[in-house]
């Protein structure tokens, strides 16, 4: 790890205690700017920041730590790299980054709706009119039950199930594979 200025020390024992503290925090610093698109760069930016301020903070009579020196300083940094994100003007609208991003309009392939419903007919009428109205017309069940005329729901969803068994019966005999629907 490349040595940082440490702030002045008074003591041989501080320049080791800030030596350490700078061993034993700065991962989680450099972790946390990581996270939030910062660079290692400015990891390094901010602990320096958080390291003064410690320092500074420690030469204050009425100073005290609620826990350990180096979630003291995690904090400071967190603050620190918060404050400077929101004022770097480093957020993007959703609107702006849709608008950076084009999708290709072949980027999505489309099915071969011939060949999907002659699989389909192959199942019969009650069949391609179950699946029609359940995964294209976004039909619920209970309505799906009682426009087709099935006693129950569960009677609806058992009758699809058996739907969906007959095509994939009929594409397994056919031995068709995913990339044969697509155009």
């Known amino acids: 790890m490349e040595a940082l200025a440490i702030p002045v020390a008074t003591t041989c024992r501080e320049a080791m205690d800030f030596e350490a503290l700078y061993e034993s925090a700065f991962p989680g610093v450099a ?40 979630a003291y300083v995690l904090g400071i940094a967190k603050h620190l790299w918060l404050k400077r ?7 993007i609208s959703l609107d702006a980054m849709e608008a950076a991003i084009a999708i290709p309009e072949d980027y999505y392939p489309t099915v071969d709706t011939l060949t999907l419903l002659q699989m ?52 397994k005999n056919k031995s068709i594979s995913y990339e044969d629907f697509l155009e």
Request: include cysteine; charged fraction near 30%.
């Open 31 to 70: 972790r946390f700017v990581g996270k939030m698109n910062g660079s290692f760069e400015d990891a390094k930016d901010i602990f320096q920041d958080a390291l003064v301020i410690f320092h500074e903070k420690r030469g204050e009579q009425e100073f005290s730590i609620q826990s350990s020196p180096e």
């Open 85 to 91: 994100f929101k004022t770097s003007g480093r957020n």
């Open 120 to 171: 389909l007919e192959k199942t019969g009428k009650k069949c391609l009119d179950i699946l029609q109205a359940f995964y294209y017309e976004k039909m619920p069940l209970q309505a799906l039950a009682q426009k087709l005329g099935f006693g129950s729901v569960h009677s609806a969803t058992v009758q699809k199930y058996k739907c969906l068994e007959k095509v994939r019966d009929e594409v």
